[in-house]
């Protein structure tokens, strides 16, 4: 019989896994965490987590040398078996500690597809998977003949920053060379990319020895892009089974994972179908459980909890021993969520039996509904968002990315 017992490091700069930590700690390992300073009085499972240890700071103001020296120090004293990046902005420094400490795991280069927008499109391309058209912003013929042959409008995305933050839309030439001009010397952190509207999708998915075991997919009703840009009220439903949507979706991920070299853990990745071609293009993935309480949307529909089914899979690598997906339960759930304004927003009035979870970050309205019939769904969202748009729902302007990863 192999030990039973790991020494876990996770690194989350955001208070996020809770359900990741709690279900290692009850498979028999030690669990340290490491975590910004500024979350040390954050709701963390305690009872959970063997140690904790703090940086100054938050995210990129951690000082990665030192990181590296602290970790090799807990080293000298317990030998760490494995490490685990919570959140997409940990995934580069959970990178770093592996390869300088020669732990097992996702090293650097790996992890740039799953970090770098530029890195993500240029493996797509390479194997076979559609992306809308884009190019490097560090050649200026590059950029003109781009400019020159795919049609506006266009997308200025950063590479390394999460989700829609920091993106600007462009309509001519004109704009864009007038944009990039303002970014300076940060152009090279920066891709430009056609363009393509249509419906947005997103996988949600487990992964085990190369292979996906377990996928969700489900339909942002309001992109992230439009609600960064424009505010208004975050809502995803996953779609109905076995439809074509559905199939399209889960094999395109499919071939991300297997291109991108994944080889165990959670990811979410987005595509989108374009209006004009009814095509499927990939847009983005993530070596992580998606975010915006889309785990508990997952759960509400499959009975799958992506953050402690990650952990039994780590779990289970770190041992060598046999990992089984519970049971996937084939309903339906949805999530609407808005900025509130206010802190502690009354959601009692939202009494639906299907509602079974609300979101409990202030200055959040949000909710997720579960049902066995996706019309259910679907009329509960439209619902819950216009009323959430009249009586909680505000605005904060996205702040321009002046750090970068």
Not at 9 to 33: D, E, M
Not at 48 to 75: R, S
Not at 196 to 208: M, R, W
Request: some cysteine; aromatic content about 10%; overall charge negative.
């Amino acid at each position: 019989m192999k030990d039973s017992h790991r020494t876990f490091l996770c690194i989350s700069n955001y208070f996020k896994g809770n359900a990741f930590l709690t279900a290692l700690k009850k498979a028999g390992n030690t669990v340290y965490l490491v975590t910004s300073e500024k979350l040390r009085d954050s709701n963390w499972p305690r009872e959970y987590i063997d140690e904790m240890f703090f940086m100054p700071g938050q995210d990129l103001d951690w000082d990665l040398e030192k990181l590296l020296l602290g970790v090799a120090g807990i080293m000298k004293d317990t030998k760490i078996d494995r490490i685990v990046a919570l959140d997409d902005y940990d995934v580069e420094k959970a990178t770093f500690l592996r390869e300088n400490l020669r732990i097992p795991g996702m090293g650097q280069t790996t992890g740039r597809y799953f970090r770098d927008k530029l890195a993500m499109r240029m493996r797509a391309q390479e194997a076979g998977v559609l992306v809308p058209a884009f190019s490097a912003l560090f050649n200026d013929a590059e950029i003109n003949h781009f400019a020159d042959n795919i049609p506006a409008p266009w997308v200025l995305k950063p590479r390394s920053e999460a989700s829609a933050h920091g993106i600007i839309k462009v309509f001519d030439k004109e704009s864009l060379w007038q944009n990039i001009h303002e970014l300076g010397d940060n152009r090279m952190r920066y891709l430009v990319e056609q363009f393509k509207p249509g419906d947005v999708y997103h996988a949600d998915s487990l992964n085990l020895d190369g292979k996906n075991i377990f996928c969700t997919v489900s339909r942002y009703l309001a992109t992230p892009m439009e609600i960064s840009q424009g505010g208004g009220i975050f809502r995803s439903a996953n779609v109905p089974y076995g439809t074509h949507d559905d199939k399209a979706i889960r094999e395109a991920n499919k071939q991300v994972m297997k291109a991108f070299g994944m080889k165990d853990g959670a990811a979410h990745t987005e595509f989108i179908k374009n209006k004009e071609d009814g095509k499927i293009y990939f847009l983005e993935t993530s070596s992580r459980v998606g975010g915006a309480h889309l785990a508990e949307m997952v759960e509400a529909a499959t009975d799958i909890n992506l953050w402690a089914e990650w952990a039994r899979i780590e779990d289970a690598k770190a041992k060598e021993k046999a990992y089984e997906l519970p049971k996937v339960r084939k309903g339906y759930a949805g999530i609407v969520l808005t900025l509130s304004k206010f802190q502690d927003p009354d959601l009692s009035g939202f009494d639906d039996p299907e509602v079974c979870f609300r979101v409990p970050l202030d200055y959040h309205a949000g909710l997720v509904v579960t049902s066995p019939q996706h019309d259910r769904v679907m009329y509960l969202l439209d619902n819950y968002a216009a009323r959430l748009s009249t009586d909680f729902s505000t605005v904060v302007e996205q702040e321009k990315v002046k750090k970068f990863h």
